[in-house]
Nanobody, 127 residues
Framework: QVQLIESGGGLVQAGDSLSLSCAAS????????MGWFRQAPGKDREFVAR????????YYADSVKGRFTISRDNAKNTVYLQMNSLKPEDTAVYYC????????????????????WGQGTQVTVSS
């Protein structure tokens, strides 16, 4: 059974950078798309970024565009989220997720379309 294991969260100051990783255990991992989501206390889980596994097509939420970069290493079954110019409003638990089958692009923004989820990693940005 494939598991997604996240790492890289922490406490940083506004303007700092942080890099998250999400490694998939198990062999023959070939999702259709990988996504990053985040959830702040009292709020719904929201889309951050996604990347299609084979073609590398990217999409970002407007709130992180220009500051965050999603990438993947197919050989390592790992997806990354590089976060620059962090703001206090970026504070949340960050989750990686995998959609195993085809999902229309607009629907990749919705958490319900992802079958596998990591355990989450806390990112806290102080002002």
């Amino acid at each position: 059974q494939v598991q997604l294991i996240e790492s890289g969260g922490g406490l940083v100051q506004a303007g700092d950078s942080l890099s998250l990783s999400c490694a998939a255990s198990g062999r023959a991992f070939r999702p259709y798309t990988m996504g990053w989501f985040r959830q702040a206390p009292g709020k719904d889980r929201e889309f951050v970024a996604r990347i299609t596994w084979s073609s590398g097509v990217l999409y970002y939420a407007d709130s992180v565009k220009g500051r965050f970069t999603i990438s993947r290493d197919n050989a390592k079954n790992t997806v990354y989220l590089q976060m620059n110019s962090l703001k206090p409003e970026d504070t949340a638990v960050y989750y990686c997720a995998a959609a195993l089958g085809f999902v229309p692009p607009v629907q990749t923004l919705q958490p319900k379309n992802y079958e596998l989820w990591g355990q989450g990693t806390q990112v806290t940005v102080s002002s």
